[in-house]
């Protein structure tokens, strides 16, 4: 392939050539037509489509705009932060104008992948101006070549701490003082404290589903009822592989919270929201941009507006009891706060609903990108989008 963009999405480009009309011939676009449109040869689209070739930044932007799709959408999936910026034809300089921060800070988030803590909307506004879905653009983060050796280097740090939170015995939780602690720390440059808590609620969660997996065993080993056998083995096979993925997730649990985690204002607002109730609060008495980016960010299923106030949906209880653990170590808590659903006026946690939340809780830990998780529950507020 030619010099041009990395990651160009050939077949990306041909699918949506396809589904798109052209206006001057009122049928669908071929070659030819979208050759007129972006002032080029067919012979040249073709090699564009059969991966012969890359087109250049302002090229690809052309064809996006052509056949009525973001350019983002014509990248591989396997592209960085920097990619989808060349391919929307911007410079650092362009992005960092149209973010309204600076320069500075904007390389920082494409090179190192660290997200200002004190800018609200941020990766929603790179969404919009990239073009690309918030699970696209975080996928991408991760690409970046810092961020993989950054994950790579905590998970040998973590390796024996995991193994000891799932064997067996007595367990001893991590210190400040620790070389596990100062390691972690130098690599996402965070103070030592704040790494011994965040890794600590990881080992602990750890070590409830390894005492889940060994109970689970216990009931295998000694079924009377062989009709209950595959069903004991489906909880030991569900257990092991949930333990392998926790394990696995570590380093990027640490990415989230201490590089990537929700800016103060949008914690705040939440905590706010919780201690108030369920009557809500006075649009009036909130700031109406952190309160607008907090809905945008979690595609307005934390935060629901009725005649009395802004409050907490269910979901929204639930993802600030599970994150309030998380943030209450990174964050400054003013007065206590106590993570009690029942006693706040909400249902209890029955076991039917365990699934759900156990998505809301991967949710929360990687990356608060529910898209994925609440496929299931319907979106009341969809149309507000």
Not at 11 to 24: D, I, S, T, V
Request: hydrophobic share 40%; proline share 6%; aromatic share 8%.
């Amino acid at each position: 392939m030619t010099r041009g963009v990395t990651g160009f999405n050939s077949e990306a480009l041909r699918a949506a050539r396809l589904a798109a009309r052209c206006e001057e011939h009122a049928h669908g676009m071929t070659a030819a037509c979208l050759a007129r449109r972006v002032g080029t040869s067919k012979s040249l689209i073709l090699s564009y489509e059969h991966g012969r070739s890359s087109p250049s930044p302002q090229r690809l932007a052309q064809l996006a705009a052509a056949v009525g799709v973001p350019a983002a959408s014509l990248m591989a999936g396997e592209t960085q932060l920097s990619d989808l910026r060349v391919a929307s034809g911007l410079t650092v300089n362009d992005l960092a104008a149209r973010l309204g921060i600076a320069v500075n800070t904007y390389r920082r988030i494409e090179r190192e992948g660290v997200v200002p803590k004190r800018r609200p909307g941020v990766m929603w506004d790179l969404c919009d101006v990239l073009g690309v879905g918030y699970t696209k653009l975080r996928t991408a983060l991760d690409r970046i070549p810092t961020v993989q050796q950054r994950w790579q280097a905590a998970a040998t740090v973590l390796c024996s701490v995991t193994e000891q939170a799932v064997s067996p015995g007595p367990f001893t939780p991590i210190e400040d003082t620790s070389a596990e602690a100062r390691l972690l720390g130098i690599l996402f440059k965070a103070r030592t404290a704040v790494v011994s808590q965040l890794v600590n609620i990881h080992l602990g969660h750890l070590r409830q589903l390894a005492s889940q997996l060994a109970q689970a065993k216990v009931r295998l080993d000694f079924a009377t009822n062989t009709r209950w056998n595959s069903h004991y083995e489906a909880d030991v096979l569900s257990l092991g592989h949930e333990i392998e993925q926790a394990r696995e997730h570590g380093p990027e649990l640490l990415e989230q919270y201490l590089v990537r985690p929700m800016p103060l204002q949008c914690w705040q607002t939440l905590a706010l929201l919780y201690l108030t109730g369920p009557g809500g609060l006075d649009p009036s008495q909130m700031n109406a941009v952190t309160v607008a980016t907090l809905e945008r960010s979690f595609d307005y299923y934390l935060v629901e507006r009725s005649l009395t106030g802004i409050s907490l949906s269910t979901p929204g209880v639930l993802f600030f009891t599970d994150t309030l653990p998380y943030y209450r170590a990174i964050y400054p808590v003013q007065g206590v706060i106590r993570p009690d659903s029942q006693h706040y006026g909400w249902p209890s946690v029955a076991p039917r609903s365990v699934p759900p939340r156990r998505r809301l809780r991967t949710a929360h830990v990687l990356g608060h990108d529910p898209h994925f998780y609440w496929n299931d529950i319907p979106r009341r507020h969809a149309e507000r989008r």
